[in-house]
């Protein structure tokens, strides 16, 4: 059975208090209305991730995520983060490779790799994010586009790691932009990473493999979306900023 995963994008946002208090009241929350079969991951920015972990317990189904990592184990890199420096203050997830690294920090496919290599190693889960921009889907391939990042990024892993990766499937035009891919095309084109998962790796272990949508998810169309076969939760950016919001996400299953 395939983890059902929502998991929350701060991005930059949060003061450390503010970081704190949206952290309680989903714990709050969590344990009054989740079930035992959904897991949620906070993806904090990196200030508050000690605290966080301090706050949640083992048990919750609750866990400690960053938005990134560096692709080197450690050294001269001013400003970095490493993944012996997350995993020491209990951070679980890593998100890989968000549409807005790979524009604003031009992180590439190659390096993408590394970082994914890095957080498998650290027994860490990453978060691998792949998706098209507006003029891909429009006027080229999009299911070639989002191919080549999960080929090039991820098929150097052998069938046990890619089995303890979730990737998350987010159309650059959806995110941020209340524009939300309708289910069917979140389902034609998680069916299609799953697809090249199975030519890859066999139909079993693509089986076992979350892959989450994220772009505009909200509470009004969770539902719809977590509905489709192959779609295994989301990962959610601004309503993850609001703790019904994100709890009302997580119940849509
Ligand atoms: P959004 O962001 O939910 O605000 O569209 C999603 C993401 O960037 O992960």
Redo the contacts with the bound molecule.
């Keep these: 059975m395939r983890k059902q995963i929502v ?1 929350g ?1 701060w ?1 930059m946002n949060n003061n450390y208090d503010e970081g704190l208090k949206l952290v309680s009241e989903v714990v709050n929350m969590a344990k009054d209305e989740l079930g035992p079969d959904v897991y949620l991951v906070l993806a904090a920015p990196f200030i508050h991730q000690k605290a966080i972990s301090q706050l949640l317990s083992t048990g919750e189904n609750i866990y400690l995520g960053a938005q990134n990592c560096h692709e080197k184990e450690n050294g001269a890199y001013t400003g970095e983060v490493s993944v012996a420096m997350l995993s020491s203050v209990g951070t679980e997830y890593v ?1 890989i490779g ?3 690294r790979r524009e604003y920090f031009q992180e590439t496919n190659e390096q993408l790799a590394k970082k994914v290599d890095l957080v498998l190693s650290g027994k860490l889960t990453p978060i691998f ?1 792949c998706g098209e921009p507006l003029e891909v889907r429009e006027h080229g391939d999009p299911y070639k586009h989002v191919e080549n990042q999960i080929e090039e990024s991820l098929f150097h892993l052998s069938a046990e790691d890619i089995k303890k990766t979730v990737i ?1 499937y ?1 159309p650059i035009w ?5 524009k ?1 891919a309708t289910s069917d095309q979140a389902q034609y084109m998680h069916a299609a990473i799953r697809n090249c998962l199975s030519k890859k790796y066999g139909q079993e272990v693509a089986g076992e493999i979350s892959i989450l949508y ?5 509470p009004s169309n969770a539902k719809e979306l977590f509905s489709c076969e192959d779609v295994d939760g ?7 900023l609001n703790a019904r919001d994100f709890i009302d996400i997580a119940k849509s299953f």
Aim: charged share 15%; glycine share 24%; net charge neutral.
């Design positions: 998991a994008n991005k998100i968000h549409s807005e994010c998350a987010e959806a995110i941020g932009t209340g939300t994220g772009g505009s998810c909200k989301g990962l959610i950016g601004g309503a993850s």
